[in-house]
């Protein structure tokens, strides 16, 4: 099936620092892409839409200049954590349609940041 | 405001069992309905989908029924195994492409 490979599983970096998230679909191509973030025993709860080619969508209350997504290519989108502060610790997971007719989506595995 | 609540936080069934979910919804008319499975530090697997004009899927041991005037689905997983046991994420898609998910329920199978 359908895969989207995301890097790093997990991270552990500083507060003010900026850390990056890849997210890769593999032998398919994504025109949109989608970043969620999920708290222990909570939801996910979608940040942004990615779109190749031009700028993300963002949800309200998320801050596009702390978020920074680029969708460069079809198969890549990265999600770039500025100045990190302990409260963005988090799972942050990405996904795409399944290439697939079956109308759901496939996820990445998922990345755990930590800021200390 | 729109609101997703999957019954249970947890269910515990003995092996072989019929495990029952539940996922309700107020103030939403999605046209479509998802089932994901989502293991510990995972991101979610896609299960099924159900359209608002279906009123059952299934797939394998695994059946979904969607009812717009209750405004719920139900998950079901026939003849439990203990490797079924994870957290069942139910989504809402309304006609674009985003999804809202509700909580999960971690369900565990005894052997």
């Known amino acids: 099936g359908a895969v989207v490979s995301q890097h790093p599983s997990w991270v552990i970096c500083k507060s003010g620092t900026s850390v990056k998230i890849e997210c890769r679909s593999l032998?398919?191509?994504?025109?949109?892409m989608f970043w969620y973030r999920q708290f222990p025993k909570q939801s996910l709860m979608l940040m942004a839409t990615?779109?190749?080619?031009?700028?993300?969508?963002?949800e309200q209350g998320v801050e596009k200049d702390k978020f920074l997504i680029n969708h460069a290519s079809l198969t890549l989108s990265t999600l770039t954590v500025t100045s990190a502060h302990p409260e963005d610790s988090s799972f942050y997971i990405c996904?795409?349609?399944?290439?697939?007719?079956?109308?759901?989506?496939?996820f990445g595995s998922g990345t755990r940041l930590t800021v200390v | 405001s729109q609101k997703i609540e999957q019954n249970s936080e947890a269910l515990n069934i003995q092996e072989g069992k019929t495990a029952t979910l539940t996922c309700n919804y107020t103030?939403?008319?999605?046209?479509?309905l998802q089932w994901y499975r989502q293991d510990p530090g995972r991101g979610p697997v896609f299960l099924l989908l159900?359209?608002?004009?279906?009123k059952e899927k299934r797939k394998e041991r695994l059946k979904v029924t969607f009812d717009t005037t209750l405004k719920q689905s139900l998950f079901h997983i026939t003849a439990s195994q203990p490797a079924d046991s994870a957290t069942y994420l139910c989504?809402?898609?309304?006609?674009?492409?985003?999804?809202?998910f509700g909580k999960g329920t971690k369900l565990s199978v005894i052997p």
């Open positions: 996904s795409a349609r399944e290439p697939r007719d079956t109308g759901g989506y496939t």
């Open positions: 032998d398919f191509q994504a025109t949109t």
């Open positions: 990615s779109n190749e080619g031009s700028k993300a969508t963002y």
């Open positions: 103030n939403y008319s999605p046209a479509y």
């Open positions: 159900i359209r608002e004009n279906e």
């Open positions: 989504a809402l898609q309304a006609g674009s492409y985003q999804l809202t």
